[in-house]
């Protein structure tokens, strides 16, 4: 498996984003996806998940209604589309798999001990 971002960059806030998450070395399926984003000087924390089944997604109250996620099956690809975007999510972000796909709670999805698989970050700087 090897997960990698892309769609990282320099944008005004209030601008738009999408970051994509490819896996260059199989399918998605069976899987949970998530996104977690790390700020200087912060932990890495957690952002969105997506089961790529059962199309069930969640997002960390700090996102919602800003970010979405979404999916292109042909393409093995998923999205994180960002909105009205903030200094403050100025992070690198992080795809990640978890092969326990459905199994994961909800709660377990925020968690980045439950994803098996990560990409290697991609930067997004927003600026005032």
């Known amino acids: 498996v090897q997960l990698v971002e892309s769609g990282g960059g320099l944008v005004q806030a209030g601008g738009s984003l999408r970051l994509s998450c490819v896996d260059s070395?199989?399918?998605?399926?069976?899987?949970?996806m998530g996104w977690f984003r790390r700020a200087p000087g912060k932990e890495r924390e957690f952002v969105a998940a997506?089961?790529?089944?059962?199309?069930?997604?969640l997002q960390s109250d700090s996102v919602k209604g800003q970010f979405t996620m979404s999916r292109d099956n042909a393409k093995n690809t998923m999205y994180l589309q960002m909105n009205s975007q903030k200094p403050e999510d100025t992070a690198v972000y992080y795809c990640a798999a978890s092969a326990k796909g459905d199994r994961l709670s909800d709660y377990e999805r925020t968690f980045m001990g439950e994803y098996d698989y990560w990409g290697q970050g991609t930067q997004v700087t927003v600026s005032s």
């Open positions: 070395g199989r399918t998605f399926s069976g899987n949970a």
């Open positions: 997506f089961s790529w089944n059962s199309g069930h997604t």
